[in-house]
């Protein structure tokens, strides 16, 4: 069964870390370039980090410098370590893959400020 579980989410104060987790399985994880999305409240779902097969990674302006994507290919599992983070980082953050899987449950990520 094709599925992601996201994990490590939680509530924070500005400048604080988190570390999220994804799971996959059934898909060949080794191969495939996993992404990090979040959707905040009101706001359409944005892209936020991708790894590559090869862990080439890449982020979006908003967090550079800020977020790293990682992935364990033993554990079929891609994370997301955030730190300092800001208010305008609150959302559901949800991780898939190209072509895409079904949209997991996701993780709030809520930073007070």
């Known amino acids: 069964q094709v599925h992601v579980v996201e994990s490590g989410g939680g509530l924070v104060q500005t400048g604080g870390s988190l570390r999220l987790s994804c799971a996959a399985s059934?898909?060949?994880?080794?191969?495939?370039?996993m992404y990090w999305h979040r959707q905040a409240p009101g706001k359409e779902r944005e892209w936020v980090a991708f790894?590559?097969?090869?862990?080439?990674?890449n982020y979006r302006d908003s967090v550079k410098g800020r977020f790293t994507i990682s992935r364990d290919n033993a554990k079929n599992t891609v994370y997301l370590q955030m730190n300092s983070l800001k208010p305008e980082d609150t959302a559901v953050y949800y991780c898939?893959?190209?072509?895409?899987?079904?949209w997991g449950q996701g993780t709030q990520v809520t930073v007070s400020s």
């Open positions: 898939n893959t190209v072509p895409m899987m079904p």
């Open positions: 790894i590559s097969s090869s862990e080439h990674t």
């Open positions: 059934g898909i060949p994880f080794s191969v495939r370039m």
